[in-house]
């Protein structure tokens, strides 16, 4: 999506899918400014939403930023195209495999923040990577 959307929004659309975070994993993968704020313990509107919107089981958030920081982009590859620092290494860690730090061919949630997080660091980034829950052990890439 390449507009602002909020939570409400958003938790409204994947109810109206019809997946129920009682029964399937719910993950949210978001590249963009404040995006932590998908999961920071605020809503708009509390009275439809007695539990957060994504912050109750059921969901796993990765996001690119906390409810207070920017994303960044930079320069890589080759062409020295613009892509999003998050999203360049999260594509990265799942098809070359490094993102999986126990090397059981499942990519976590901890894994993917871990793995964005040293890149970021690697190329003299503040940027960090927002997880809920902080354990992160939702699996989000498969490769064997």
């Not at 708009?44 to 994303?71: C, D, H, I």
Request: glycine residues 10%; negative net charge; aromatic residues 14%.
């Amino acid at each position: 999506h390449n507009d602002f959307v909020m939570d409400v929004e958003l938790e409204r659309w994947i109810r109206d899918s019809h997946l129920n975070p009682r029964t399937n994993q719910v993950t949210l993968i978001l590249d963009a400014c404040y995006s932590g704020s998908f999961a920071d313990g605020e809503t708009r509107y509390p009275e439809e939403f007695q539990l957060r919107a994504f912050m109750k089981p059921g969901y796993t958030v990765l996001a690119s930023a906390n409810n207070k920081t920017e994303s960044v982009q930079a320069r890589f590859g080759e062409e020295g195209r613009y892509y999003g620092v998050f999203t360049y290494h999260l594509v990265n860690g799942f098809l070359s495999g490094a993102a999986d730090y126990n090397t059981d061919g499942k990519i976590t949630a901890a894994e993917s923040r871990r793995y964005i997080d040293d890149q970021s660091r690697n190329i003299g980034l503040d940027q960090r990577v927002y997880l809920y829950p902080g354990d992160g052990g939702t699996r989000v890439f498969q490769y064997k």
